[in-house]
């Protein structure tokens, strides 16, 4: 395809306007998604927080758009749950700078301690072998595929689910989370940032890619999933922290949920 500028509606997207940023031709027809201010509690918005497709997207065409990332700076996520929160932005946008604040171990830390404190004796076994002692995190997994390859192929999994798609002026895709403004964990930490921080340290440790996201999830494609019992058992104790009930209301211990992620490469991540 011929490349060419940013359409008018994808610069607003840029506090520069877009200057410079390419994407191939043929984009389908979309808008862009200002947050609700009635929502937010804040004022108007001085910019919308990302573009969405008004059709259903076919993973060839998320693929496409991950491909032009470093052209457009505009990363592509599959949008579930169109209507709530996405197309009646109920969205908090966040500067990506201040994820720069947090890192993953800190946020992991903080509530192991937390949710430890608050747990009944009895339900500790739940964290064998760890127990109490949050273990930090785990080491690096090895790269299976290219992160990218592996990505494009979840997208054309998750198509099939007729989603839209969403663009967001981020430079990475766990910094799209806070610029779009999703608040899918809501209930388990009220800011979203941390979080944010916690995706991109899977970015960096295990190949993940954000390619899908919804009212109350998340999913990321994984190039460099851990690939024996013990190394699983250590990244599940971070899937806990990061999102509790993929163990609690899943297969309940951190041993079982360990077996589920051996080898595999996606995570998905649900919050009551």
């Not at 001085?46 to 052209?71: C, N, T, V, Y």
């Not at 970015?203 to 851990?226: C, I």
């Amino acid at each position: 395809m011929d490349d060419h500028r940013l359409p008018r509606e994808l610069c607003q997207l840029f506090a520069d306007g877009g200057r410079g940023r390419k994407l191939p031709a043929g984009l389908p027809p979309g808008e862009v998604v200002w947050p609700d201010p009635g929502y937010t509690g804040q004022g108007q918005a001085i910019r919308p927080a990302f573009w969405m497709s008004d059709e259903p997207a076919a993973g060839q065409d998320w693929a496409l758009l991950r491909k032009w990332h470093p052209h457009s700076g505009l990363w592509p996520v599959l949008l579930d749950e169109s209507t709530q929160p996405w197309a009646i932005g109920q969205i908090v946008p966040d500067d990506p700078r201040q994820i720069d604040h947090f890192t993953a171990d800190g946020f992991m830390a903080e509530v192991w301690q937390e949710w430890v404190s608050q747990m009944p004796q009895d339900a500790l076994g739940e964290l064998e072998p760890f127990g109490a002692i949050c273990p930090g995190l785990a080491p690096p997994g090895v790269l299976r595929a290219t992160p990218g390859e592996v990505a494009d192929w979840y997208a054309g999994e998750l198509a099939g689910r007729d989603m839209p798609l969403g663009l967001v002026a981020a430079g990475r895709g766990a910094d799209a989370l806070a610029v779009m403004g999703w608040q899918g964990a809501l209930h388990h930490n009220e800011w979203m940032v941390p979080l944010a921080a916690v995706v991109r340290s899977w970015e960096d440790r295990f190949g993940a890619r954000v390619v899908s996201v919804g009212f109350n999830t998340l999913d990321l494609s994984v190039a460099a999933p851990p690939v024996d019992p013990e190394h699983a058992l250590h990244v599940a104790a971070e899937h806990w922290a990061f999102c509790p009930d993929n163990v609690v209301q899943g297969p309940g211990d951190l041993q079982g949920y360990a077996q589920q992620i051996i080898g595999v490469h996606a995570w998905s991540f649900w919050w009551d």
